[in-house]
């Protein structure tokens, strides 16, 4: 596979075999990954939504009620913080800094720390 990704020969993607291959791979690996991925990203978006109506919206002053959505929004996070931190030791930092959407990704989630926090 990665002899495929890094060949100029256009003509291999349009062999049948070459895409039944990819299909099992993508059957057998990355989609379960990735559907898993992308379930969690959007429970945190509608976990946000609820954050920033109950918090900004209607201003709720209760401690205990802003602490509990504060959780609700860790919880949401967890997954992407801790993808992405594997991801940064695995490679390193050089070469998980050397992709720009990390830097999309590290300001995502350290943004969403940062909010939970203040």
Same mark, same amino acid.
């Given at each position: 596979?990665?002899?495929?990704?890094?060949?100029?020969?256009?003509?291999?993607?349009?062999?049948?075999?070459?895409?039944?291959? #990819?299909? =099992?791979? *993508?059957?057998?690996?990355?989609?379960?990954?990735?559907?898993? +991925?992308?379930?969690?990203? /959007?429970?945190?978006?509608?976990?946000?939504?609820?954050?920033?109506?109950?918090?900004?919206?209607?201003?709720?002053?209760?401690?205990?009620?802003?602490?509990?959505?504060?959780?609700?929004?860790?919880?949401? #996070?967890? =997954?992407? *913080?801790?993808?992405?931190?594997?991801?940064?030791?695995?490679? +390193?930092?050089?070469?998980? /800094?050397?992709?720009?959407?990390?830097?999309?990704?590290?300001?995502?989630?350290?943004?969403?720390?940062?909010?939970?926090?203040?």
């Amino acid at each position: 596979m990665a002899l495929a990704a890094e060949t100029e020969e256009m003509t291999i993607f349009n062999t049948e075999s070459f895409n039944i291959l #990819i299909q =099992y791979k *993508w059957e057998q690996y990355g989609q379960k990954h990735h559907v898993f +991925g992308s379930v969690m990203h /959007f429970i945190y978006v509608i976990i946000i939504i609820i954050y920033v109506n109950n918090i900004y919206l209607y201003e709720l002053e209760d401690p205990k009620q802003h602490f509990y959505f504060s959780m609700l929004l860790l919880a949401g #996070i967890f =997954y992407p *913080w801790m993808y992405d931190l594997v991801q940064l030791i695995k490679d +390193g930092p050089k070469a998980y /800094f050397s992709d720009p959407w990390n830097y999309v990704d590290f300001f995502y989630i350290y943004g969403s720390l940062a909010n939970i926090v203040s």
